[in-house]
């Protein structure tokens, strides 16, 4: 039996296998000695860091073939050392072959994620578009390369996402579309089962929330208004613009008056003035052009008529009775024909 009395003068071959996600400690080195190298059938194998520590020696090996696990990739293109031996002492004669190889770790996993929000409160316009990289997507060809991807939060991913193949994300970019408000967690996968989570916040403005101010009309005339008020930067998208008002009575024409009715920063409370009885729609848009719309009803006041005279009429006799309220008066004059005239 020939030995090689100095290391390295045989060389071991070496499959590496990289851990399967970025940072595991999941790889491998298969070492295989040629059988040309005169080692004898049964030897030992050990592996050998960067620094010079012994990592592992192997049990007594039937054969010329040995495979290190749970190893981590190495950086800056650092290698593994492997000898092998016909004893534990691995002496300088002992060692009938050696090599090296390096581990690579995959890029790590990533997700770039931009998120566009609501423009108006209630609304499902939210997006969130991802940008995965790293990891390793699959080999070409193969119907499960890619990245998966599914996600928790207010608006649930279609039913049949998971982070199982087919991969839902096959090109660089996905848009999560038709979101509501909250906080989502979002996991991708690459080939090998890797994960990456991040979490995004969609946002929504508050709601557009005003006060109204009626003052009912006196009789069937144009004397009623309603005041809206209440309005702020706590209410939509004023934005540095502020609040349009318009308003409408049910079968009649829309009242939109240019400008804006309640700019910012004073948020001053607008009133609708000369308003005949009746309901009206009125409608409060912000910066955004997200409304709020309510009806409103200017009611009718009729205020109780005033009735002046106290004089006792005899049988045959006439007198005149005044009646009147803010806008009318009546003069009655009383007796067996009497006669009703109206004064405006």
Known sequence: MSKVGVWGQCQVNILATSPLCYGQSSGS???????????????????ISPTGAVL?????????SYTFNNLPALPNGQSYSVQVSENLTFGQFDICASGGASLVDYAQLNVLATTTNILCNGQSTGTINLSPSGGFIGPFGNSCRGYSLTWTGPTSPPSNFSLACPPEITTSNFQMSNLTAGTYQITIADYNGCQATITQIVTQPPIIDPQFQIVNATCANGTGSITVGGLGTGDGTPGNVGFNVSWQLTGSTLNNPTGVEIPFPGFLNYPINNLNPGTYSITITDNNGCVNSTQQTVGIT???????????????????????????????????????????
């Open 29 to 47: 080195l298969q070492a295989t000695v040629n059988s040309s190298c005169g080692c004898p059938p049964s030897v030992y194998f050990r592996i």
């Open 56 to 64: 592992e020696t192997s049990p007594l090996v039937n054969g010329l």
């Open 302 to 344: 009729n205020p109780s008529p005033i009735i002046v005279g106290t004089q006792i009429l005899c049988a045959g006799a006439q007198a005149q009775l005044s009646i009147s309220n803010n806008n009318h008066q009546l003069q009655v004059t009383l007796g067996f024909h009497p006669i009703i005239q109206l004064l405006r």
